[in-house]
């Protein structure tokens, strides 16, 4: 069976599309050679590896990067390590890569994936540039680095630590995206509060059209999270009745309610003013994106006829039903919650198999479909 002590660190969607298609997906790719990527030569280039642009349209898909993460487990069911599998979009070598059992990954960041790894004494982080098939290291530290992104202009990663031996938060901190230079607190350790348990994740997510970073600390099914902007302003949503964030759009904070499970509704809480609305009452997996009418929550609903996805603007308004969803597929939530992830250009979303970039080339084929008209394209033929 699997344990819980693994399974709270995994995101909440795929907690929700249930443990027996995890522990089925760690078979995936297990035959693929484990590869340890070479140095990249020197720190230039290293931000403009972090900032390559996002696809502008489907043609554009080609050659994009995408990472998946699968736990590995033993005879009796324990997490014995990660497989990190990256590649490149309709060809190119995949490569994986055997982590730790406390293991991280994040992005794409332009070409870039961050991996993190912790092997009970040292925590590592190493950048891969997949497109060069190369890494390089920015971080190792005695503490525990919990997760890490890398900010938009790609100069810098933030990392989430906890204290070796007590697991105590240590706060949000910040370095040289080139591993230059020591590391600098940026966000103090969240302070304790009964009213949301022991925190079990820490999570990062960017504004979806900003620089604004959201930290993320979650209980069992409460969350409280702050949001950084680039001059440090702090703001902090704490409420005990919400969960997993979605997304933030501008001053809208898009989350689950606290549930232990899907569906859960949806609420939009302005971090200005506190107030808030459920915009979405028994939502699946969701992912918010951007489109060129702004930014979107899509998100599953299950109904008599059968699972749909639907869109809307983070107050509620621009309701749009984006049809049903084929047999076999499920919406591709955030790289948080699928623990995998690929680009795409704005407006679209990524249907595939339990919610995840398939590495099975039998698996359900993947789509993407499009906000606002729902039309659809096997990704696939998106891709060649």
Do not use: K, N
Not at 58 to 73: H, I, N, V
Not at 216 to 233: D, F, N
Not at 336 to 342: F, L, M, P, Q
Request: with cysteine; charged share 20%; net charge neutral.
């Amino acid at each position: 069976m699997v344990g819980s002590r693994w399974l709270r660190r995994i995101g909440p969607a795929l907690l929700a599309l249930g443990a027996a298609g995890l522990i089925a997906s760690v078979a995936l790719g297990a035959g693929a050679r484990s590869w340890t990527p070479p140095a990249c030569p020197g720190p230039d280039g290293r931000g403009a590896a972090a900032r390559a642009p996002v696809p502008a349209d489907l043609a554009g898909l080609r050659g994009s990067p995408w990472f998946r993460l699968d736990p590995r487990l033993d005879g009796p069911g324990g997490l014995s390590g990660q497989r990190l599998t990256v590649g490149l979009d309709g060809g190119g070598a995949t490569r994986a890569l055997d982590l730790p059992a406390e293991s991280f990954a994040a992005g794409p960041f332009g070409r870039v994936v961050l991996a993190g790894s912790d092997d009970g004494v040292t925590s590592r982080i190493q950048a891969i540039d997949v497109a060069s098939g190369c890494a390089w290291t920015i971080a190792e530290e005695a503490v525990v680095i919990r997760r890490a992104t890398i900010d938009p202009a790609g100069r810098s990663v933030y990392e989430t630590r906890v204290d070796r031996g007590s697991r105590t938060d240590l706060g949000v901190w910040r370095r040289a995206l080139d591993g230059s230079g020591a590391a600098v607190r940026v966000l103090a350790p969240i302070p304790v509060d009964g009213r949301f348990g022991r925190t079990f994740t820490t999570e990062f997510s960017w504004q979806v059209a900003g620089d604004r970073l959201a930290v993320q600390s979650c209980g069992e099914a409460a969350c409280r999270t702050r949001v950084i902007s680039p001059e440090g302003i702090v703001q902090t949503l704490a409420s005990p009745d919400l969960g997993t964030l979605i997304g933030l759009d501008g001053d809208r904070a898009i989350t689950y309610a606290a549930c232990r499970g899907l569906p859960c509704p949806i609420v939009s809480a302005d971090l200005q003013t506190g107030r808030r609305q459920t915009i979405a009452g028994a939502a699946g997996l969701a992912v918010v994106i951007p489109t060129p009418d702004g930014v979107r929550l899509v998100h599953e609903e299950v109904g008599p006829a059968g699972r749909r996805l639907h869109g809307l603007a983070s107050d509620g308004g621009f309701a749009t039903d984006l049809g049903p969803l084929p047999d076999g597929l499920r919406l591709h939530p955030s790289a948080v919650g699928a623990g995998a992830a690929t680009q795409l250009p704005a407006g679209w979303v990524l249907l595939a198999p339990e919610g995840r970039l398939p590495l099975d080339p039998v698996a359900p084929r993947s789509q993407l479909r499009h906000l606002p008209d729902g039309s659809t394209v096997d990704y696939a033929e998106a891709v060649r």
